[in-house]
């Protein structure tokens, strides 16, 4: 299917390696097109490639609603030009932030299964745009959850849509990279968190969001960074958007490596809430996202496929499956532990 660049869309699938004028391998065929792919398409002066056929059922819209769906694109079209913003001018508009998070808050506080909504974008390949719009959204919810009034839940999603505003001012060598980081990379790149304050500062009068671009990577115990803060030290909107950051993180795949189970991650975040995040925000985001696997398919290591029906009080991270007409505790059957949760 021959397209023209203009007219791609997240997702497409290239069918054809795609070449510059000049003869210059672009991109290898296989490529999902996602944000940068695009940029830098446009950037090779490219008008037109080969991708697969576009499958018909759009299946996060399914599950999402269309209204949010297109939210969320418009969320991370709108970071990306926000963070070019950042890039050529050292600022962004703050009117443009607004205009993309708005739309796309108002349609997450209709939407509570916050589980199949996580699983859906977890299925997207993970960009700064859209890890951006996710950690700002799953900020908004735990802000909710925690019970801050809507005016503060809409302050802390803000902060947590433009926390890596800051990498904008490092290489993109080293803020694509996906592998191996050297000690001068990683140094390189720990400074997004105080370039992300200074961005965000030219930008707008409320400091409490540029304090948490310089926070969120800060941790209770002081084993953070960039000034190795302690509990008293680190705002309370920096340490919501750290445990969203941080969640999100664990859900991305890497590399070579399969994708962790949810049950996994999450037991991991509440380890972490003992002396690394705050542990309300955490217990915030567990609590809330437990209480939505109750009914939802789940595919054990055993091979067998059943509904979780109980969350186990003794140990939250086991839950009673049912698989057929037998149940499984999982608190006890130690050998069994869930691989795959389904929408």
């Not at 576009?54 to 963070?83: D, K, P």
């Not at 340490?239 to 037991?267: F, H, M, N």
């Not at 140990?315 to 069994?336: A, I, Q």
Request: charged residues 25%.
């Amino acid at each position: 299917m021959r397209i023209h660049v203009t007219d791609l869309e997240h997702g497409d699938t290239l069918r054809e390696d795609a070449f510059n004028s000049a003869g210059l391998h672009v991109l290898p065929r296989g490529t999902v097109v996602k944000y940068e792919e695009t940029e830098l398409l446009n950037r090779h002066k490219i008008d037109y490639v080969e991708i697969e056929p576009r499958t018909a059922a759009n299946g996060a819209a399914s599950v999402i609603g269309a209204a949010m769906q297109s939210h969320i694109e418009l969320a991370i079209r709108g970071y990306q030009t926000i963070f070019l913003e950042a890039l050529t001018s050292g600022k962004f508009d703050e009117a443009t932030v607004d205009l993309q998070l708005e739309p796309l808050l108002r349609t997450v506080d209709q939407h509570r299964d916050v589980v199949s909504l996580l699983l859906v974008l977890e299925r997207e390949d993970v960009s700064l745009y859209n890890h951006s719009m996710q950690v700002g959204m799953l900020s908004y919810y735990i802000a909710t959850w925690l019970g801050y009034t809507r005016k503060d839940c809409y302050a802390i999603s803000k902060a947590g849509y433009l926390h890596d505003i800051g990498k904008s001012k490092v290489s993109p060598t080293i803020r694509n990279q996906t592998d191996y980081l050297t000690d001068y990379d990683r140094q390189e790149l720990s400074k997004h968190a105080k370039h992300g304050y200074d961005v965000i500062r030219s930008s707008m009068a409320d400091e409490t969001t540029a304090l948490v671009a310089w926070q969120h990577h800060e941790r209770e115990d002081g084993s953070g960074y960039p000034q190795g803060l302690t509990k008293p030290d680190i705002h309370p909107y920096s340490q919501i958007v750290a445990v969203a950051d941080t969640y999100l993180r664990l859900s991305e795949s890497k590399r070579g490596e399969p994708k962790r189970p949810l049950l996994e991650i999450l037991r991991e975040v509440s380890e972490l809430g003992f002396g690394k995040l705050n542990e309300k925000p955490v217990q915030a985001l567990v609590q809330h996202l437990m209480s939505n696997l109750i009914g939802k398919k789940v595919r054990l290591n055993s091979g067998e496929t059943g509904t979780i029906i109980l969350n186990n009080p003794s140990d939250l991270f086991k839950p009673l499956v049912r698989v057929g007409d037998e149940f499984h505790d999982l608190s006890r059957e130690r050998n069994l532990v869930v691989d795959e949760l389904f929408i």
